[in-house]
T-cell receptor, first 112, second 111 residues
Framework: DTGVSQDPRHKITKRGQNVTFRCDPISEHNRLYWYRQTLGQGPEFLTY????????KSRLLSDRFSAERPKGSFSTLEIQRTEQGDSAMYLC??????????FGQGTRLTVV | DAKTTQPTSMDCAEGRAANLPCNHS???????VYWYRQIHSQGPQYIIH???NNETNEMASLIITEDRKSSTLILPHATLRDTAVYYC????????????FGQGTTLQVKP
């Protein structure tokens, strides 16, 4: 499969715990994005990487959130001290040329 | 970012053309209009984009008015698999390529 892969697909965690999500983009894509989507809403931009450099972060990305893309390949999104409000679908997308971005199927996070 | 306005929901009969409107009256001269769709439980999927001229690809056609204040996405022969939320996006020109999604139009294709 040559699409964008996200792992895990589902995560249930207790409030206060840390979670980490992984995204494997399409191999030749240099641009990588993270979005968050809550029920009934469109996806909201969180952050953008070009190769390994994180070039833009939304103010939605509080200091409990951190994203990395070592070596410009896969990316991880970590949420520390999770809160119930963090419950959402976390989507990763990659692209080679704007504006055609390819999205993964997302990681659904439930904080209980 | 340019604001877009779309109807909340629309119905279409299977086999008929689905015409999804989008208002983007504040769009500036160098801002593209992009369309994505999201089928239930999947990530968004790119459909088409345009600047001034009408565009067509294997999925859809995009008609942009001459004043660029609105556009229409046309699915020429809608199928049940086209049932999805359709997003019209007109972000401010950016080198990052980030997308600003609104709430979109929920298209229900009915048999």
């Amino acid at each position: 499969d040559t699409g964008v892969s996200q792992d895990p697909r589902h995560k249930i965690t207790k409030r206060g715990q840390n979670v980490t999500f992984r995204c494997d983009p399409i191999s030749e894509h240099n641009r990588l994005y993270w979005y968050r989507q809550t029920l009934g809403q469109g996806p909201e931009f969180l952050t953008y990487f070009q190769n390994e450099a994180q070039l833009e972060k939304s103010r939605l990305l509080s200091d409990r959130f951190s994203a990395e893309r070592p070596k410009g390949s896969f990316s991880t999104l970590e949420i520390q001290r999770t809160e119930q409000g963090d419950s959402a679908m976390y989507l990763c997308a990659s692209s080679l040329r704007h504006p055609e971005a390819f999205f993964g199927q997302g990681t659904r996070l439930t904080v209980v | 970012d340019a604001k877009t306005t779309q109807p909340t929901s629309m119905d279409c009969a299977e086999g008929r053309a689905a015409n999804l409107p989008c208002n983007h009256s504040t769009i500036s001269g160098n801002e593209y209009v992009y369309w994505y769709r999201q089928i239930h439980s999947q990530g968004p999927q790119y459909i088409i984009h345009g600047l001034k001229n009408n565009e067509t690809n294997e999925m859809a056609s995009l008609i942009i008015t001459e004043d660029r204040k609105s556009s229409t996405l046309i699915l020429p022969h809608a199928t049940l698999r086209d049932t999805a939320v359709y997003y019209c996006i007109a972000p401010r020109s950016s080198n990052t390529g980030k997308l600003i999604f609104g709430q979109g139009t929920t298209l229900q294709v009915k048999p």
